[in-house]
């Protein structure tokens, strides 16, 4: 049973950067994509950005696209989020999402993905 810690949330002013954290236990993501999804206050909770561990593919969010990077460190079974140029409206609470097979046009799909971590609270001030 793979379990999922995100890590390095926290509070920034519009214009800079942060980087989250999504450590694997319990197993490894060989085979899996790992995704992060983001949930603000009285919204749905909406894809980010996903990686295929086997591959590297990554896909992004029209909203964050060239803002953001996802990658991959295969020695210590953790992905990242880098976060540059934050906008007031990236506030969220954010959350790593991982899978065995899922397909890649299903890979924006909050319900396709098994294992979820925590969520670690983005606040973006003006």
């Known amino acids: 049973q793979v379990q999922l810690v995100e890590s390095g949330g926290g509070l920034v002013q519009a214009g800079g950067s942060l980087r989250l954290s999504c450590a694997a236990s319990g197993g490894t993501f060989t085979n899996y994509a790992v995704a992060w999804f983001r949930q603000a206050p009285g919204k749905e909770r909406e894809f980010v950005a996903a990686?295929?561990?086997?591959?590297?593919?990554?896909y992004y969010a029209d909203s964050v696209k060239g803002r953001f990077t996802i990658s991959r460190d295969n020695a210590k079974n953790t992905v990242y989020l880098r976060m540059n140029s934050l906008k007031p409206e990236d506030t969220a609470v954010y959350y790593c999402?991982?899978?065995?097979?899922?397909?890649?046009?299903?890979?924006?799909?909050?319900?396709?993905?098994?294992?979820w971590g925590q969520g670690t609270q983005v606040t973006v001030s003006s």
């Open positions: 999402a991982a899978s065995q097979g899922v397909g890649t046009y299903w890979l924006t799909t909050r319900s396709m993905y098994t294992f």
């Open positions: 990686i295929r561990w086997s591959g590297g593919s990554l």
